[in-house]
């Protein structure tokens, strides 16, 4: 299984970043996707998740200004960030859960190796 995200960068604050995972190795639409994202210095938190059927869970802190969506024809999953702030910078990454909702980390099955975004002020 392979999980390879793409899209992230530097971006000034207010900008925007789609960022992309694409899966190959596995059933990609039985899995739930999460994007999720460790800061220097900090744990990894949950950004945002998207169940197989389409359900979406986002952090707060992401609500209103992240998009998760997911393509199964292409075993893509998208994050659309916009309105970044500089505490959005982060290693970003996906992941895969079979039997979750993909919100919980510890219970995720797969991970890419992530994608830095650094949004400067």
């Known amino acids: 299984v392979h999980l390879v995200e793409s899209g992230g960068g530097l971006v000034q604050a207010g900008g925007s970043l789609r960022l992309s995972c694409a899966a190959s190795?596995?059933?990609?639409?039985?899995?739930?996707m999460g994007w999720f994202r460790q800061a220097p210095g900090k744990e990894r938190e949950l950004v945002a998740a998207?169940?197989?059927?389409?359900?979406?869970n986002y952090v707060d802190s992401a609500k209103g200004r992240f998009t998760i969506s997911r393509d199964n024809a292409k075993n893509t999953v998208f994050l659309r960030m916009n309105s970044l702030k500089p505490e959005d910078t982060a290693v970003y990454y996906c992941?895969?859960?079979?039997?979750?909702?993909?919100?919980?980390?510890?219970?995720?099955?797969?991970w890419g190796k992530g994608t830095p975004v650094t949004v400067s002020s």
């Open positions: 190795g596995l059933i990609f639409s039985s899995y739930a």
């Open positions: 998207i169940t197989s059927g389409g359900s979406t």
């Open positions: 992941a895969a859960d079979y039997y979750g909702s993909g919100t919980v980390g510890s219970q995720m099955d797969y």
